[in-house]
Each structure stands twice: as structure tokens, then as C-alpha cells.
T-cell receptor
Framework: DAGVIQSPRHEVTEMGQEVTLRCKPISGHDYLFWYRQTMMRGLELLIY????????DSGMPEDRFSAKMPNASFSTLKIQPSEPRDSAVYFCASSPYGGQAAEAFFGQGTRLTVV | DAKTTQPTSMDCAEGRAANLPCNHS???????VYWYRQIHSQGPQYIIH???NNETNEMASLIITEDRKSSTLILPHATLRDTAVYYC??????????FGKGITLSVRP
């Protein structure tokens, strides 16, 4: 398996523009997680899905952020409108099942810069 | 989920064992201890996890104390490529991995 695949790897956009980040989880994994990493706040969990259904979105910072998982092999994280403070590395991860004993595997991340 | 406490940084010589400590004094009976690492500019990488028994895989060993209030990750023969931030995480039934600041391991030649 190729692992968790994220695209694009780098994104530079202007303030106010819509940004869409994409993630393909590992085939057969039922759980998908979106994280954001900044120097100030470290790695933060934004939202996670189980079987394509959002379970916990308490980490989503504002209504400008939305995430969808239309099928088991694809998820998007959208920011509209984007702001400079959204600049960060966004990671997607997937896990074969939930609970305490399941490890999660991370993609290589998308580095977002909003100017 | 229980919180963890790790030193900010440590270093070790290449070829020697690296022992990374972690305190998790409030861990509850059904929570697992996980270790991840993040090499610069890459996504976090799973290393190992355990409940109460010691665990070993091709990457590392995890030693959990009998009272489960602390653990140690052991990299038996550290290489320069092991230089990274290592995160000790306690994971409960809610499936979430909550990352702290981690410990920066520097392996010196």
C-alpha cells in the first residue's frame, strides 16, 4: 500500500481565497483524522471520521473550516475564506479501526501558506 | 485521556542505546501508551504501543513500569536518522491521539 496520500504537498494562496486539501486514506481503514501543525500550537486534531461519518469536529477552529468524506477513499478539508493565520502544515491520518489499540498512519502533509 | 510529561530534549551518541522517558501518572486501566516520532518536515511515524507488558518490534522496545505510571522507549542502536521529535501519548477509547510537545532527540556522530 502506498500509505496515506495527501495533495497538494504545498499550497500558496492569497487571503480570502478558498483552499481545498485532499486526502486518500489507506485502503480498508475505517478511521480518518485531520490534524494541523504550527510552531505555536503543535499538532492539533481538527476532526475525525468513522466509516465516512464525522464523529468529533470539536477541534475545527471556525466555521471557515469544513471537512467531508464522500466515500471511504477520499476526504477533503476546505478553508473558505482563508486567512494568513491558517498557514500551517495539515496532516491526514488513517487507522484500521478505533479504540485504544489501533495505530494511526500519517500522510506527508500539505504545507499551506496564506499571504 | 491522561496527560504525559517528557523532558524537552536529550542527546545520545550514534550506535548507543537511546532511552526516552515518559511519565503518565494519571493513566487509567484501559489506556494504551503510544510512541510516535516526527522527523523534520515529515508526518508523524508510528513506532510502538503497549498496555502493560513490555513490547518490542523492529524499531524499538517499550518498557512500561508495573504501576503503569511511566514508560521508556528504547532505540537499541541509535543512528543519525533517528534524530527527531518523539511523542509519548496515552490513548483512550475515544480513538483520538492527542500530541504534546514531545522530546527532541539529537543523535551525535
Amino acid at each position: 500500500d502506498a500509505g496515506v496520500i495527501q495533495s497538494p504537498r504545498h499550497e500558496v494562496t492569497e487571503m480570502g481565497q478558498e483552499v481545498t486539501l485532499r486526502c486518500k486514506p489507506i485502503s480498508g481503514h475505517d478511521y480518518l483524522f485531520w490534524y494541523r501543525q504550527t510552531m505555536m500550537r503543535g499538532l492539533e486534531l481538527l476532526i475525525y471520521f468513522n466509516n465516512n461519518v464525522p464523529i468529533d469536529d470539536s477541534g475545527m477552529p471556525e466555521d471557515r473550516f469544513s471537512a467531508k468524506m464522500p466515500n471511504a477513499s477520499f476526504s477533503t478539508l476546505k478553508i473558505q475564506p482563508s486567512e494568513p493565520r491558517d498557514s500551517a502544515v495539515y496532516f491526514c491520518a488513517s487507522s484500521p479501526y478505533g479504540g485504544q489499540a489501533a495505530e494511526a498512519f500519517f500522510g506527508q502533509g500539505t504545507r499551506l501558506t496564506v499571504v | 485521556d491522561a496527560k504525559t510529561t517528557q523532558p524537552t530534549s536529550m542527546d545520545c551518541a550514534e550506535g548507543r542505546a537511546a532511552n526516552l522517558p515518559c511519565n503518565h501518572s494519571t493513566i487509567s486501566g484501559n489506556e494504551y501508551v503510544y510512541w510516535y516520532r516526527q522527523i523534520h518536515s515529515q508526518g508523524p511515524q508510528y513506532i510502538i504501543h503497549g498496555l502493560k507488558n513490555n513490547e518490542t518490534n523492529e524499531m524499538a522496545s517499550l518498557i512500561i513500569t508495573e504501576d503503569r505510571k511511566s514508560s521508556t522507549l528504547i532505540l537499541p542502536h541509535a543512528t543519525l536518522r533517528d534524530t527527531a521529535v518523539y511523542y509519548c501519548i496515552v490513548k483512550g477509547a475515544n480513538s483520538k491521539l492527542t500530541f504534546g510537545k514531545g522530546i527532541t532527540l539529537s543523535v551525535r556522530p
